[in-house]
C-alpha cells in the first residue's frame, strides 16, 4: 500500500472531463512534482484530493483511509493540506489569527492557548514568528504567500499540496521559497507540488507526473520527463 493513493480519478464538468481516469501514488515522505500545460487538470485534481471538489468516480486514499466522499474538514483532519494559486488569507487579522483558524479547522483544535501555540509554530517554521501580531494585509507578497503556507501547515498535515506556491517570486525570495520547501521535506512532510518553474521542480522534485487534456501522460524521473517526447510535446499544444 502506498501512502497517497489515487486510482481512475475522474471529474467531470458538464461535457469537459477536467480529470480523466487519472491514477498514481505517492510513499511516504516523498516530493513529486504535478506538471502540465494550463488547463491541463491540475488544480482540479487538487481540489478532490482535498475535497474542495467531489470526485465524479475513483478512489483517492490516504494511509490506507479512503478520502472520497469525505467532508473538507474530514479531509484535513486526515492529514490533508493545501496552499491555494491565488492566497487566501484574511486581511484585517494578525498573522496569529489568520493562523490559528487554520489550526482549529484542521486539528479540531479549541481557539485558545492550544491554537495559539499551533499558530505560533507555523509561523516559526515559515519565519514569520516576529510579526505575529501584525496586520496580514501589511504584508508584502512573499510574506503573503509564507503566511498562505503557515495557515496549510498549522492543520499539522501528513502531505502538503502546493498549487504554484513559488509563482511571482522574484529570483531572491524564489531561492528562499525553495529553501523552505526543501526543508519542509526534510521534516519529514510528503508534498505534491504544482508548480511551472522548472528549475525549481528539478531543484527539489526527483519525480514528476505529468498532466495533459485530464490525464495522465508521464509519471517518471524529473530528468526523463523533462525530455520525454510526449511531454515536449504537450507543452508545444501537439
Ligand atoms: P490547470 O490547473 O492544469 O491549469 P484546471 O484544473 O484549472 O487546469 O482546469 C482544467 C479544465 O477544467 C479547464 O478546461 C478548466 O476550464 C476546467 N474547469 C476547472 N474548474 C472548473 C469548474 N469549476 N467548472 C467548469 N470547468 C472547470
Redesign the pocket.
Known sequence: MSFLEIENAV?Q??G?R??DDVSFSLERGEIVGLL????????????LISGA?PATSGDIRLNGMQLTGLRRDRIARAGVARTF?LVRILPSLSLMENVMITAVFGRNTHWGDDAKRVAMDALDMVGLSARATAAAGDLTYIDQKRLELARALAAEPEILLL?EWLAGLNPTELSEGVALIRKLHQGGLTILM?EHIIDAVRALCPRVVV?NS?QLIADEATDAALSDPKVISAYLGG
Open positions: 471529474k464538468f458538464g469537459l477536467a480529470v502540465g500545460p494550463n488547463g491541463s487538470g491540475k488544480t482540479t485534481l487538487i481540489n471538489l494559486q498549487d504544482v498532466m485530464g
